[in-house]
């Protein structure tokens, strides 16, 4: 074989295993994505120069009526798959993650997943389940920016200032139920939220008038249980399997009237990384 044919010969090999790849996007369900480093030919300075975040024709975006003011977006292939990785890996090795000690019903304990928080300057502090994250500048992570310009573009007249990221490092890292009701974010706060790495469900449910207004915030499940009605499924509760690049949005008065949670799942071995993107009032 002369050396053309050689090239040629692993040009198409690398051309086939890439578009298999993109094809078969399965093995990311449980988190066993280690063939995402086959096709990671984008580089880092990538993420940042070029303008092709904005997926090529506009993904299915679905609106999710939850009745009395209170709306979600859907929007499933929000970000490129391989672009999603490539995202993924830079925030997964650059965030400077902590898993910092909350309080929650009266006790102190260990934030169950890592976190980190970005915010414009001069806002007023976040501070949930006793703790305040301090804020990094949107200008340490510039894909942040880069991230958050594509949702805007996609969210015509929202506008975001602040960015809690979290890392769920396997099946039993999880948030508990809460509902992001802060008094900064005010009445009827938007939240975009984008998901990269291993899926995982995000699940709604209906608050009901029983439930004291007061409740911490990201607590485990058993107390929030006993203080809620019980609630059948159906109407009131949802639930979504967050994929990898999905981007879900919180409108209206889903924060006032819904609690969410990202339960523990014991076949969710991977690494999951969110994004919610709040506006501090
Ligand atoms: O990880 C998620 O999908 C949700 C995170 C969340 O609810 C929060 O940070 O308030
Ligand atoms: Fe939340």
């Known amino acids: ?17 890439n578009n298999k790849f993109c094809k078969d996007d399965s093995n990311y369900k449980t988190g066993h994505h280690q063939d995402h480093h086959e096709p990671r030919r984008l580089s880092l300075t990538s993420l940042v120069s070029s303008s092709s975040v ?21 929007i499933q292939r929000f970000l490129p798959f391989q672009k999603s990785w490539t995202f993924f890996d830079y925030l997964d090795k650059h965030i400077p993650w902590t898993r910092p000690t909350i309080r929650v ?34 200008d340490d992570f510039p894909p942040l920016k880069e991230i958050l310009d594509a949702i805007c573009e996609a969210l015509p007249g929202s506008r975001f200032n602040s960015l809690l990221l979290n890392r769920y490092k396997g099946a039993n890292d999880y948030v508990g139920w809460h509902s992001d009701d802060e008094k900064l974010y005010g009445p009827t706060p938007e939240i975009a939220s984008l998901s990269f790495g291993c899926e995982r469900d995000f699940v709604l449910k209906k608050k009901k008038l029983q439930e004291d207004s007061s409740h911490e915030k990201r607590g485990d499940d058993g107390p929030a249980k006993k203080r809620l009605k019980k ?19 919180m409108r209206g008065y889903t924060q006032r009237d819904w609690i969410h ?6 076949k969710a071995e991977g690494t999951r ?9």
Not at 1 to 17: E, G
Not at 115 to 120: L, M, Q
Not at 243 to 248: A, N, P, R, T
Not at 261 to 266: D, N, W
């Open 261 to 266: 949670s990202v339960p523990k799942r014991a």
């Open 231 to 249: 609630s059948s499924r159906g109407e009131d509760q949802q639930s979504f399997t967050l994929k990898h690049g999905s981007l879900l949005v």
């Open 1 to 17: 074989m002369d050396s053309a044919t050689r090239k040629m010969n692993r040009l198409t090999m690398f051309i086939y295993r």
């Open 54 to 74: 904005k997926p090529p024709s506009s993904p299915t975006r679905r609106t999710i009526d939850l009745g009395h003011g209170s709306d979600l977006i859907y």
């Open 105 to 138: 019903f009266g006790r102190s304990c260990l934030q169950p997943r890592d976190t980190c928080y970005v915010a414009s300057s001069a806002l007023t502090p976040l501070i949930y389940s006793g703790y305040r994250p301090d804020a990094y500048s949107w």
């Open 273 to 281: 990384i969110n994004l919610t993107f709040r506006l501090v009032l």
